[in-house]
């Protein structure tokens, strides 16, 4: 029992200093400031939280005002990965713009949030897709955890009540998740 203790100690030591080490992975990250809840929430949690430091990335966040800045900004390398909805991924297949859906942050009113790599990046940053998905993941069950607080953020930007940005917020599946288990961003 002992040297399995020994063994299961230092197996441990040696990831966490393997992890300790490791190169941070570099991304450009947008959101939509405004316009869809959902969004723009989860955009401010891993602004404001260091969920993607946690992930292993050295983030550089900003939040975009509309569609098209976001699509300019990963049309021209400006972001790696963007929020968006699903007609602005179709928009940006059709200026050939390569990107890739790699997430989806579910259902809101009539359209679906997704969130779009470049393809360039996931390329010279294969590790980094499962790392981005944890962190969407892990933004999202700190949305749930602190309902009130993440209200009030993206209440203050859109000068609405934290009561209504929750109204809002209902719409989307994830929303209303209980645990960490019933958040599904899987593309369908």
């Given at each position: 029992?002992?040297?399995?203790?020994?063994?299961?100690?230092?197996?441990?030591?040696?990831?966490?200093?393997?992890?300790?080490?490791?190169?941070?992975?570099?991304?450009?990250?947008?959101?939509?400031?405004?316009?869809?809840?959902?969004?723009?929430?989860?955009?401010?949690?891993?602004e404001?939280?260091?969920?993607?430091?946690?992930?292993?990335?050295?983030?550089?966040?900003k939040?975009?005002?509309?569609d098209?800045?976001?699509?300019?900004?990963?049309?021209?390398?400006?972001?790696?990965?963007?929020?968006?909805?699903?007609?602005n991924y179709?928009?940006?297949?059709?200026?050939?713009a390569?990107?890739t859906?790699?997430?989806t942050?579910?259902?809101?009113?009539?359209?679906?949030?997704?969130?779009?790599?470049?393809?360039?990046?996931?390329?010279k940053?294969?590790?980094?897709?499962?790392?981005?998905?944890?962190?969407?993941?892990?933004?999202?069950?700190?949305l749930?955890?602190?309902?009130?607080?993440?209200?009030?953020?993206?209440?203050?930007?859109?000068?609405?009540?934290?009561?209504?940005?929750?109204?809002a917020?209902?719409?989307?599946?994830?929303?209303?998740?209980?645990k960490?288990?019933?958040?599904?961003?899987?593309?369908?």
């Open positions: 029992m002992k040297i399995f203790i020994l063994i299961a100690s230092l197996f441990i030591t040696s990831t966490m200093a393997a992890t300790k080490t490791e190169t941070p992975i570099k991304i450009n990250f947008a959101y939509p400031a405004l316009g869809t809840a959902i969004g723009a929430q989860i955009g401010l949690i891993l404001k939280t260091e969920i993607f430091k946690i992930y292993g990335f050295d983030a550089s966040i939040s975009m005002t509309s098209k800045e976001l699509q300019t900004a990963l049309v021209d390398g400006l972001a790696d990965v963007i929020i968006t909805t699903e007609s179709v928009a940006l297949t059709e200026k050939n390569k990107a859906v790699i997430s942050l579910g259902l809101e009113k009539d359209f679906q949030l997704v969130n779009v790599l470049s393809k360039s990046y996931s390329l940053n294969p590790k980094a897709l499962e790392k981005l998905n944890g962190a969407f993941v892990d933004a999202f069950y700190y749930i955890n602190h309902k009130a607080e993440v209200n009030k953020w993206y209440g203050d930007i859109a000068k609405m009540s934290p009561q209504a940005v929750d109204a917020s209902k719409l989307n599946k994830n929303y209303n998740a209980k960490l288990s019933d958040i599904n961003i899987k593309v369908p």
